[in-house]
């Protein structure tokens, strides 16, 4: 039983193939947009940082097909739009916590003391 794809080197890793970079790349996309609707600040802040752990597709896949260039230019605009929508969040989470940051949790006036006794 083969999956279709060729089989993997010595390294135990199946060579890259436009079509499965473009379905990583398509996930990843996918990933991020599950991130920003579970609206958890630290996790949208980390993906903010991530442009570090990517690592681009192999040289030896040579020039993107024909048939996937239309494939990978959406996949580009919705990565955009994607990265534009990121980059939204963390600047309003930065003003968020900037703006907390400046806050007094303490009385701000002296609060009234009242004693009650008898005149």
Do not use: C, K, N
């Not at 690592?55 to 097909?65: D, Q, T, Y």
């Not at 494939?71 to 600047?91: D, P």
């Not at 309003?92 to 949790?105: E, L």
Request: proline share 11%; aromatic share 6%.
């Amino acid at each position: 039983m083969t999956s279709g794809q060729p089989p993997a080197p010595s390294g135990g890793v199946p060579p890259q193939t436009w079509p499965t970079v473009l379905e990583d790349l398509e996930g990843q996309v996918v990933e991020a947009e599950q991130v920003l609707a579970r609206q958890r600040a630290d996790e949208i802040a980390a993906w903010g940082r991530r442009f570090s752990d990517w690592v681009p597709p192999s040289s030896a896949l040579g020039p993107l097909p024909e048939e996937l260039r239309e494939r990978a230019a959406l996949l580009l605009q919705h990565q955009l739009a994607v990265a534009e929508r990121l980059v939204e969040r963390i600047t309003q989470s930065q003003r968020q916590r900037d703006v907390a940051a400046r806050m007094s949790y303490g009385p701000s006036r002296p609060v009234p003391a009242y004693f009650d006794e008898a005149l």
